[in-house]
């Protein structure tokens, strides 16, 4: 079992995807772990999976870990304040400025309290979603305050590496604005690109790649919490909306009429802003380094994505990422594997050489 830098006895509140998994990855480590949730069943399925034990009269949390929807995150945390006045609670709300705003409108101790926020999930939800090892390498902002000490605040990062997150750590204001470019807007833009396909013919669904399927995954999400995250954050994610609609009205100019002087102009430098923008993202451990794609015809056979696997594993070469492609009817899939510059001729050559069907 891995040491843990956390002690005493953590209590969960919230045993769904995000709880749960905090629960588990502690559990790994010997942490004595306390559920609670509003549904009974939530907290038996928990502790079936080895998430921790239910609650028991005299316990004494040092750390609770509120894991709710955004719309009552601040009153579960000044519930949870007064009911343990020695344990430093945070929650892992997707919103951090409205949550300590109505804290301290409400007189609740924020001196035992800091905000933080995980950037992890799933497409699922509930605790048989959950994984122990959730958070492993994603980023858990903290969103730090001037009412709370560092000496307290410092369980808060004990938990953070103890799962094996990044710590980043940001205002509730920064955090806000930060989480509305990289993960609200987004979910607006896929969500309004896929509703285009309620009316769309068949014939034309039918043409669907990956790229359609990359833009609009998250499209999938669950509207009810989608309403309470965007209403918390409504003036980030507007402002950014604004802008986003001024882009589109440019680029609609600009197609409006393809051979007016300066029109492909336009189209073009709107286009190579999204490659810069790309560029900027973070890649693996958090560096911007563009990695080469090399892209592998997979059968369409039992084991053969995994015998592809250990064989690059042989070979010796670091698997940065990987992305499948699969359509309907067809009896190959496409592995595109991202790897280093200067490792990609090596891995193609002896890929090839083991019988592999590199394509392009």
Avoid: C
């Avoid at 399925?45 to 509120?66: K, M, Q």
């Avoid at 997707?94 to 800091?114: C, F, H, N, P, Q």
């Avoid at 953070?160 to 806000?176: K, R, S």
């Avoid at 989608?226 to 909306?241: C, E, F, H, T, Y």
């Amino acid at each position: 079992m891995v040491e843990s830098r956390l002690t005493g006895t953590v209590r969960v509140v919230g045993a769904g995807l995000l709880g749960t998994s905090v629960a588990l990855g502690l559990r790994s480590r010997g942490i004595d772990v306390i559920l609670a949730d509003a549904s009974p069943t939530h907290v038996a399925i928990a502790v079936d999976l080895g998430a921790g034990r239910a609650a028991l009269p005299g316990d004494a949390p040092e750390l609770i870990v509120v894991a709710v929807p955004p719309d009552v995150t601040a009153r579960v945390v000044a519930e949870e304040l007064a009911a343990f006045p020695e344990a430093i609670v945070t929650d892992v709300a997707s919103v951090k400025a409205g949550i300590l705003a109505e804290l301290v409108s409400t007189g609740a101790d924020v001196g035992r309290y800091i905000g933080s926020h995980p950037l992890a999930g799933r497409e699922r939800g509930g605790p048989l979603a959950a994984r122990a090892d959730l958070f492993a390498g994603r980023p858990w902002v903290v969103a730090a305050h001037d009412e709370i000490s560092y000496r307290r605040a410092s369980a808060i990062d004990d938990l953070i590496l103890d799962l094996g997150a990044v710590l980043v750590e940001m205002t509730p204001d920064e955090h806000d604005r930060g989480v509305a470019l990289i993960s609200h807007v987004p979910q607006v833009v896929a969500s309004l690109m896929a509703r285009r396909f309620i009316d769309a013919p068949h014939a034309a669904l039918g043409l669907a790649g990956q790229g359609v399927r990359d833009v609009t995954r998250i499209a999938a999400s669950d509207p009810d919490l989608w309403v309470q995250i965007l209403g918390a954050n409504a003036a980030s994610v507007r402002d950014i909306l604004i802008a986003y609609r001024d882009d589109l009205d440019r680029f609609i100019a600009a197609l409006a009429d393809p051979t007016a002087p300066g029109a492909r102009r336009r189209v073009a430098e709107e286009l190579a802003g999204g490659n810069t923008g790309v560029e900027r993202l973070p890649g693996k451990h958090g560096t911007d380094k563009r990695f080469t794609t090399v892209i592998v015809m997979v059968d369409d056979r039992p084991g053969q994505l995994a015998r592809l696997l250990a064989e690059i594993g042989e070979i010796g070469v670091n698997l940065e990422d990987l992305r499948l492609e699969h359509s309907p009817g067809r009896q190959v899939g496409l592995a595109e594997i991202q790897v280093l510059p200067e490792a990609a001729d090596r891995l193609t050559n002896e890929l090839a050489e083991r019988g592999w069907r590199i394509a392009g």
